[in-house]
T-cell receptor, first 113, second 116 residues
Framework: GESVGLHLPTLSVQEGDNSIINCAYS??????FIWYKQESGKGPQFIID?????DKRQGQRVTVLLNKTVKHLSLQIAATQPGDSAVYFC????????????FGSGTRLSIRP | GAVVSQHPSRVICKSGTSVKIECRSL??????MFWYRQFPKQSLMLMAT?????????EQGVEKDKFLINHASLTLSTLTVTSAHPEDSSFYIC????????????FGPGTRLTVL
């Protein structure tokens, strides 16, 4: 079936260090992957996306890596700041439904001062 | 650009009553809108997909008679939780999408529903 899962439910990082959040997906036919950030009591906020024909994409302080061989996705946040504290979700769009976004279980990122 | 709003942001109701939640795309026309439900410390679960002018498509396990969806215009979709019960208490989030597909899908701020 369609599912996207995460390796760790929580991640604690020292302020200024880099954060790496991992995600495993099960649908090898998925075409499009997205990382979202959700702060408490708010809706998901788009961070970065990547299509299945790419293996890396960089944004401002964030990088997404896609390994289709092992169906693994990661989000790297450089120089983590207190404002990065949130729950991060990976999500996928199965090829069979180009619009439907399936969310993973989420990782809570906390920042130590 | 690409702002999606929801109203109300919070609602508390008594068990057995119905609650309507609105989702609006403020600066674009949304061909498709989606409704998600999120329980505490859990992920977003897609409830239904609605296209303007047609019936909504519900995900497996979601009761269409309990969660009524109306997508009357390209900027407005409503979710009505009928005969609400405490187990319906949740965070309801909508998203709106242009014809560009999932890469052009934008999320609302969510509505916190508490059923007493």
């Amino acid at each position: 079936g369609e599912s996207v899962g995460l390796h760790l439910p929580t991640l604690s990082v020292q302020e200024g260090d880099n954060s790496i959040i991992n995600c495993a997906y099960s649908n090898s036919a998925s075409d499009y992957f997205i990382w979202y950030k959700q702060e408490s009591g708010k809706g998901p906020q788009f961070i970065i996306d990547i299509r299945s024909n790419m293996d890396k994409r960089q944004g401002q302080r964030v990088t997404v890596l896609l390994n289709k061989t092992v169906k693994h996705l990661s989000l790297q946040i450089a120089a983590t700041q207190p404002g990065d504290s949130a729950v991060y979700f990976c999500a996928e769009t199965p090829y069979s439904s180009a619009s439907k976004i399936i969310f993973g279980s989420g990782t809570r990122l906390s920042i130590r001062p | 650009g690409a702002v999606v709003s929801q109203h109300p942001s919070r609602v508390i109701c008594k068990s057995g009553t119905s609650v309507k939640i609105e989702c609006r795309s403020l600066d674009f026309q949304a061909t498709t809108m989606f409704w998600y439900r999120q329980f505490p410390k859990q992920s977003l679960m897609l409830m239904a997909t609605s296209n303007e002018g047609s019936k909504a498509t519900y995900e497996q396990g979601v009761e269409k008679d309990k969660f009524l969806i109306n997508h009357a215009s390209l900027t407005l979709s409503t979710l009505t939780v009928t005969s609400a019960h405490p187990e319906d208490s949740s965070f309801y989030i909508c998203s709106a999408q242009t014809s560009g597909g999932a890469s052009e899908q934008f999320f609302g701020p969510g509505t916190r529903l508490t059923v007493l």
